[in-house]
């Protein structure tokens, strides 16, 4: 595939995302989160083996189009299904851990991906199909595992299952006891108003009404974030390859130390969240991300960096955006009702990345194809800027969500 033809397959693969986020967001609404956890990653594992029995550029885009189906869906079940079960005081460190897990697994794919790749085993006529199905035979230990998660209670009490709620949070609860002890008794919980309205056009109605500032700062978030990381993150293997020379089978080990600080990134600040507070931190890794990219943009563009120095600029960049990106999902899962929480995650990943990301790869792609640095220098600096404007929109505009009920968080604001 040509540079081009490779920022095409990952934009098509980015609408795929949108359109599975938008259905499969609302079919979390309607019919629970645990049940869109098999649908939705029963559809990657499909499409995912299927892309590695492509037989052209048009099944394989295709096949990528139908595994970002099944990767959005993902977005809006998992983190409304976590912000959903997690204590208050917990719910932001904890969110942004799992959130972190994805980079796990890149960790894990840049390293078997190398393996396949390499020409003194399966060369990469064969390496590459074999490196898409490796991944199917994990994926499938995690849909067995899926089956212990409980179903929301809080989405079991807003479409009236009042008997299996208060059973799921009897069980959490006995597990809680048999590791910490007797729980203490809580005191009467105020009447809470279960809404179950879970149509699109309750969800337009909130956004272009009392939820329109919030629905502007969420909206603002998941575009940079989505530019940032769709047109800087996927353009970073054709810069390897083609600035610095790296062979195709040495890619994946150079993503290797920009995966670790990914994951690192809100592991080691996702606590501050919840002690420091959301409006702080997520303007500093917002802000913080977009300039250490213009710092290695600037250095790239001069040709003072080596290849480990490149890799160490973007790794720092990354500590910081991995964790903007995932408090992007937490902000909107933790500030929209529970009728539309999964809704909600969906319509601004799938607006945000419509909107931010979905044609950065076909542009870097194109930026890359040139033989000069400046164009993609310009990309860069656009990305830059991005997050730092965001960033500074956050710290004015932000919602102190920390340590706060979601049943608060979620009443409707009033007039200003």
Avoid at 216 to 227: G, R, Y
Wanted: charged letters at 10%; aromatic letters at 14%.
């Amino acid at each position: 595939m040509t540079d081009a033809q490779l920022g095409v397959s990952s934009s098509f693969y980015l609408g795929g995302a949108v359109l599975g986020a938008l259905i499969f967001g609302y079919l979390a609404d309607r019919f629970g989160r645990r049940r869109l956890f098999s649908w939705t990653l029963v559809l990657y594992l499909c499409a995912t083996a299927a892309t590695g029995l492509s037989w052209s550029i048009a099944s394989f885009t295709l096949f990528r189009v139908l595994t970002g189906a099944g990767i959005g869906g993902e977005y809006a079940a998992i983190n409304s299904a976590v912000d959903e079960l997690v204590p208050a005081h917990l719910r932001g460190r904890v969110d942004l851990w799992i959130n972190a897990t994805f980079w796990a697994g890149i960790i894990l794919g840049s390293m078997v991906s190398s393996q396949f790749l390499s020409p003194h085993l399966f060369g990469q006529d064969l390496g590459w199909r074999l490196a898409f199905n490796s991944g199917v035979p994990l994926g499938i230990v995690v849909l067995f595992m899926r089956r212990y998660i409980p179903e929301s209670p809080r989405w079991l009490l807003s479409r009236g299952h009042t008997e299996q709620a208060e059973a799921v949070m009897q069980q959490i609860e006995s597990k809680v006891g048999l590791e910490v002890g007797p729980l203490a008794s809580a005191a009467e919980p105020a009447p809470l108003k279960i809404e179950s309205d879970a149509s699109i056009r309750r969800l337009l109605t909130l956004l272009v009404g009392p939820y329109r500032s919030r629905a502007i700062l969420c909206f603002i978030l998941m575009a940079s974030q989505a530019f940032f990381y769709n047109s800087v993150f996927f353009s970073l293997a054709l810069v390897l390859l083609r600035f610095y020379a790296v062979p195709a089978e040495r890619v994946g080990y150079c993503f290797i130390p920009i995966a670790v600080t990914n994951f690192l990134g809100p592991i080691a600040l996702g606590k501050l969240f919840d002690t420091l507070g959301r409006r702080q931190m997520i303007a500093v890794t917002y802000i913080l991300s977009g300039l250490t990219l213009f710092g290695s943009s600037w250095l790239f563009l001069h040709d003072e960096l080596s290849l480990r120095a490149q890799i160490a600029w973007w790794a720092a960049t990354f500590f910081f955006a991995s964790t903007a990106a995932s408090s992007a999902y937490l902000t909107v899962s933790e500030v929209f009702p529970q009728s539309v929480r999964a809704s909600s995650i969906a319509f601004f990943y799938a607006f945000g990345t419509l909107a931010g990301g979905a044609f950065g790869p076909v542009i870097f792609g194109h930026l890359i194809g040139s033989a000069s640095r400046t164009p993609l220098y310009v990309g860069y600096v656009a990305g830059a800027a991005a997050m730092v404007l965001a960033g500074l929109i956050q710290a004015a505009w932000g919602v102190a969500a920390e340590r706060r009920s979601l049943e608060s968080l979620s009443l409707i604001p009033q007039p200003e």
